[in-house]
DNA sequence: GTCTATAGGACGATAGAC
DNA sequence: GTCTATCGTCCTATAGAC
């Protein structure tokens, strides 16, 4: 038998497909933690309970994730990029200027609505001594630029006034975007988005955003 | 010593007195809970934190609420309560119609901003397990209800569409309130009501419920 | 990376004396 | 209505064998 790849010359190979494994597991572990959460609420997951759902003792969760917060601060860092995400990719498939903004917003408030538990996670402060990392956090500061961009570029398009993109337009259209979203969230979770009673509303939110900026006369 | 008032005719303070002191206590129990919360998170409190607060042992606690969800549940009613009246004052000081509703809404938004952790507790679902009685819930109707009438009363004045006290115009308002609520509560907690990056907001909000409603041409 | 064992608590709630 | 005592349960996290 020949050695078996340990040494300086281990490979390639044998530690890829150990860091797949763990990473495979983390990811499976976050899962399950989604769904305690579903059940017992954001701030009611334990590592006790996410260990009986793996079939595990509780102990060797410890070799994935160090602590109860770190497994929170994964869910809310895997969230907001995947919230950035799916803004992305409305955006993309939009034209540029205010298209994009309602088509980004509509893709965000999808994801969200089809996740709501991650969401409470991102947009409220449910769990007891959680404060994100800045690593984790960084996503969201993302999604306020890109927002703030395509505002610019439909300014300039002459689709909205340029005030839309001011730190004062942008607290507008995140409080008309939360808003439905946190109405959803604490009254009409189960709807879906086409039918909720407040995610029906997101295209005439978007165009209440556009009547309060009115492109200024040319 | 005169026999003290014990007997089939006790008299009607001596059982009154001790209502009131029970009352007192309630209440004391319930300011310290709040405090808790603030520091802990509205998900935090516990009856053993609650009892180490009031420096008395934990099996007193129950003589004055069965559970801790008991403690919630009162929060959270006499939280709507407070709010409700709230509303009803700053509609009191206003005229009829569109002023009214501003003048509510405003006025419930400061008390919210001023109650962060009890506001968190009636508009969020922060605390797993916790669904509060439909005694609790009711003046949370009454506040629809009373907005809903204020609503068409500026639309019998002429200040706006009829249909901005139908459903959907009802949750067009509660989103756009709700949504700044949330995102001062998310994002800016510790700025008052005049100062706040989203309460600031409050009148171009109503403006823009305004103009997505503008009355019917005459 | 899995386990057993366990430290070391905190918690909700009840029983029963006073 | 206060206490002591306690039940039974849950928890996070660590030590150390394998």
Redesign the interface.
Known sequence: MPESGRGPGQGTRGPDRRARRREETRAQILDLAVAIMTD?????LSMASLARALSIQPPSLYKYFPSRMAVYDELFRQGQLANLEALRSGMRGAAPGMDAVAAGMEAAGRWAVSHPVLA?LL???????FQPTADAFAPALEIVDQLRRALRDAAAAGQVHPDAAS??GM??L???????L??H??NDVGSDWDHG??TR?HH??I???V??YPPAAR
Do not use: I, K, N
């Open positions: 017992e609420g954001v701030a009611g409470q947009f409220w402060r449910p769990v007891p001594g730190d004062q607290a507008v995140s409080t008309l975007h939360f808003g439905m946190s109405q969230l604490a009673r407040y509303l005439q939110l165009a209440m955003f009547s309060a």
